[in-house]
């Protein structure tokens, strides 16, 4: 399977270990993520955590290389027993495994003869792989279409996730960014604003509208309209002018 083409639209990110699984890490990639993607008007669009088996994570790289989408792959590419991540790209590829000569350079530069004969496996990539530079011990991560593998560690990961963005991508940042505006109706049952809700979306496709019941025992219900500015206001006023005819009571409401 060769890397998929065109542009993408969408953003993923794969987080990869059995100690995030067990408990015994919690994952700091994703909030930094979203932060990242925010500060370039882009959003995250899903998210899966996968542990250290070869064969569930060979699985889940196949269907995510199918797509489209960019991908942000954290963790597995060192070099020691647990670290499969590269041979599992290149399995679910069915492109076999190879010495990259950038990546070469870089760690016989790092660490000179002392990169043999461990090391180096650090940089045997899937066929047609590219460098990711590393700023913080130089030792490479890599795309190979529009996946991109770097390391575990957060200090050199969210960089790397940086360098990618801005130099691959430049042309997916926007200068505007998405707004949430959020309003709460009170004293209605859920079942009750459905056909409502419903109305509201068809109405305005390009953005996203979501409800959240309150779980605490007071009836609330926070609907939140997310996208462009000026497609979320005109949503969110139709949205607000519905439940006032409807006679649903409203509480707070706030803007992101």
Known sequence: MAPSGGRPERVGILLIGDELLSGKRVDKHMPSVIEILDARGMELSWARMVGDDAGLLEDTLRQTLAGNDVVFSFGGIGATPDDRTRQCAASA?????????????????????????????????????????NPVNQVPGFSFGHHHFVPGFPKMAWPMVEWVLDTLYADLHREERNVELLIEALDTPESALIDLMQQVMDAHPQVRIACLPNASGQRSIEFGVRGEAIAADNAYEALETALTEAGVPLGRRSRR
């Open 93 to 133: 590829a069915n492109v076999p495994l190879e010495f990259n000569a950038e990546g070469t350079r870089l760690l016989e530069e790092r660490f000179g003869d002392n990169a043999y004969p461990k090391r180096i496996h650090m940089v045997e990539w899937p066929v047609g792989a590219q460098v990711i530079p």
